[in-house]
């Protein structure tokens, strides 16, 4: 994607050199275009290092052959983020003032806009900027933040710019190339379950979540309306993903049964307890030489959804330590599932809290795949999978 990144002055202009950063490192063609207030707290030598692109500015305009970059770039870039995007700049842009470099490609543009404010909490709330904050929202300006916080000032309050993880999480969400899940809901179950023993200790196992918030992640990004029912994980929601945190087997069938029913696709990714305690401890148990805890079985969350399923697709999750494609096989068919993603545990405990991850993916109509990647390309691949099938 080709991105025109204007830079305005302020003393979040640090952070937007990480946003560059990060952009390019995704990726994308990045081109800079600085106010002369901007130059004094960053040099843009830092940018074109970044970009390895020129960064223009009032005293470095296009000259030859670019003479006509002030049009030429907003009109062949496929956006223009303003960022940090200051009061003054903002208003600029509303009004259709074009007094400087910056504002004069804002003007040239014929693509999106995006506005990263950054400023002190008065100065955001003033009703003028406000006026001016509507009159874009109404021609379609797409705002990230500003976020609630600790300021420059050393004051309290809205106006502090969003932080790098964020803005690429929405830069990902508004621009992300495939949207072939627009209208469809997806409902997906991550992390661990655990099941108390006494008030201090549970039974558990070794799952990160990482592959289910993978899948909620990416199924937002391509357009899906995603809720993640999710275990106890130390995982961060994905951006305009609806999470319900559960802890018990118990708990997570509940909540899927009571979001199945509407939703187009299940992706069963947590790793559910097989079992529980059959009478929980009320008080801590003390310290002794051995003692016994008698196991009985959880409700199986798959066979149960299983009988509810109407035109729903329904993907099951398996971790075995051997035999792996007769042990998926068999449950893909037991419990009717559409299609089953088959995880090989090794010794040393691999794929749990990695990023990468080794899977066969089987489908009730007979196909095979043997995928070894990162959690994240193979999320895509089973998403991939799922879009054909819609």
């Not at 025109?4 to 979040?12: A, K």
């Not at 952009?23 to 074109?48: C, D, I, Q, R, Y």
């Not at 929601?237 to 069938?253: A, D, G, K, Q, W």
Request: some cysteine; proline content about 4%; charged content about 20%.
């Amino acid at each position: 994607m080709k991105i025109l990144f204007g830079v305005s002055g302020g003393i979040s202009v640090y952070k937007a050199a990480n946003f560059v950063s990060s952009l390019v490192k995704e990726g994308h063609e990045v081109n800079v275009v600085m106010t002369e207030n901007a130059t004094k707290f960053v040099s843009p030598l830092t940018f074109e290092a970044l970009t390895k692109n020129n960064c223009y500015t009032d005293t470095n305009m296009p000259v030859g052959k670019e003479s006509l970059a002030h049009i030429i770039l907003p009109q062949n870039s496929d956006v223009f983020v303003v960022c940090p995007a200051t009061a003054n700049t903002i208003s600029k842009i509303a009004l259709g003032i074009a007094d400087n470099l910056l504002t004069t490609m804002a003007m040239a543009r014929n693509c999106p806009l995006v506005l990263v404010p950054a400023m002190n909490n008065v100065m955001w709330q003033n009703p003028s900027l406000q006026d001016n904050v509507k009159k874009l929202l109404s021609q379609n300006v797409i705002f990230f933040g500003p976020t609630y916080g600790r300021l420059a000032c050393e004051s309290t309050g809205p106006g502090r710019m969003i932080e790098t993880h964020e803005f690429l999480e929405m830069f990902n969400y508004y621009f992300y190339p495939k949207k072939d899940f627009l209208g469809k809901k997806i409902l997906v179950t991550a992390g661990p379950t655990r099941e108390p023993i006494d008030p201090v200790r549970y039974i558990s196992n070794r799952s990160s979540g990482k592959m289910g918030y993978f899948l909620a992640q990416i199924a937002s990004l391509r357009g899906a309306q995603v809720k993640l029912i999710s275990g106890p994980t130390s995982l961060d929601t994905p951006y305009m993903v609806e999470r319900i945190n559960v802890e018990t087997s118990e708990e997570m069938l509940r909540c899927v049964r009571e979001n199945f029913e509407t939703c187009d696709i299940l992706i069963m990714a947590a790793a559910v307890s097989d079992f529980k305690v059959s009478e929980q401890f009320m008080n801590k148990i003390k310290k002794k030489d051995s003692f016994e805890i008698k196991l009985t079985s959880n409700p199986d969350i798959l066979k149960e959804i299983s009988k509810l399923k109407k035109n729903q697709l329904v993907v099951g999750f398996a971790a075995e330590t051997e035999n792996l494609n007769i042990y998926a096989k068999k449950k893909l068919e037991e419990k009717g599932l559409d299609y089953i993603v088959a995880n090989k545990i090794h010794n040393s405990g691999f794929p749990f809290g990695s990023e990468d991850n080794e899977v066969l993916i089987l489908s009730a109509e007979g196909d095979f795949f043997e995928l070894s990647s990162t959690k994240k390309d193979i999320a895509n691949f089973i998403l991939d999978i799922l879009s054909k099938k819609l």
